[in-house]
């Protein structure tokens, strides 16, 4: 069935330094791709999304890269700070009405 | 305050005894569902209703009910609990279902003993 998987369950970053999580999902159809954090005992929040006909876009401290060839999605933070520690989810739409969420990256930020 | 609003946060119940979690949205969505969150699993979609009286089954729909009366309201209804639904729900609602950004509520975590 379709999955959208990340490459690691956990990434611990320096303060100040760049973050990068990755993301991969198998439906070749998929058009709308998402970013959310989740904080300790809080839902998942929107950071950034990005539609099928970019491969690129960029918020405040975030950008989103697709590459469709290979079926991969990455969010880049700029200058990381403490309170970028989260776990951060990717999710995918094909069509319809369905999302779905990869298993999601746990970042540490050392200070 | 734009928001979704799930009750109750923390629920402990027994096996087989029915409960209903409460979810309402002020911003006028069209579009609600139902997630639940699994260690390592990460978010699963339970039901989604793309508008008043229209409900579909997600991923993983065993042991759960919804209705969708009114467009603010979207409760999840679990007729038989078990302890395999012991879990961390979140409702969340957007304006074009899967194709514009969800907001989620604060989540309701359910203990099933």
């Known amino acids: 069935g379709e999955s959208v998987g990340l490459h690691l369950p956990t990434l611990s970053v320096q303060e100040g330094d760049n973050s990068i999580i990755n993301c991969a999902y198998s439906?070749?159809?998929?058009?709308?791709f998402i970013w959310y954090k989740q904080e300790s005992g809080k839902g998942p929040q929107f950071i950034i999304d990005?539609?099928?006909?970019?491969d690129k876009r960029q918020g405040q401290r975030v950008t989103v890269l697709l590459n469709k060839t290979v079926k991969h999605l990455s969010l880049q933070i700029a200058a990381t700070q403490p309170g970028d520690s989260a776990v951060y989810f990717c999710?995918?739409?094909?069509?319809?009405?369905?999302?779905?969420f990869g298993a999601g990256t746990r970042l540490f930020v050392k200070a | 305050e734009a928001q979704v609003t799930q009750n109750p946060r923390y629920l402990i119940t027994v096996t087989g005894k029915k409960l209903t979690v409460t979810c309402s949205q002020n911003?006028?969505?069209?579009?609600m569902s139902w997630y639940r969150q699994d260690p390592g699993l990460g978010l699963r979609q339970i039901y989604y209703s793309m508008n008043v009286e229209v409900t579909d089954k997600g991923d993983v729909p065993e042991g759960y009910k919804v209705s969708r009366k009114e467009k603010r309201n979207f409760p999840l209804i679990l007729e038989s609990p078990s302890p395999n639904q012991t879990s961390l729900y979140f409702c969340?609602?957007?304006?074009?279902?899967?194709?514009?950004?969800?907001?989620f509520g604060q989540g309701t975590r359910l203990t099933v003993v």
């Open positions: 969340a609602s957007s304006f074009f279902g899967g194709s514009s950004e969800a907001f």
């Open positions: 990005i539609r099928s006909n970019m």
């Open positions: 999710a995918t739409h094909t069509g319809g009405f369905k999302t779905i």
């Open positions: 911003m006028n969505h069209e579009y």
């Open positions: 439906n070749s159809a998929s058009d709308y």
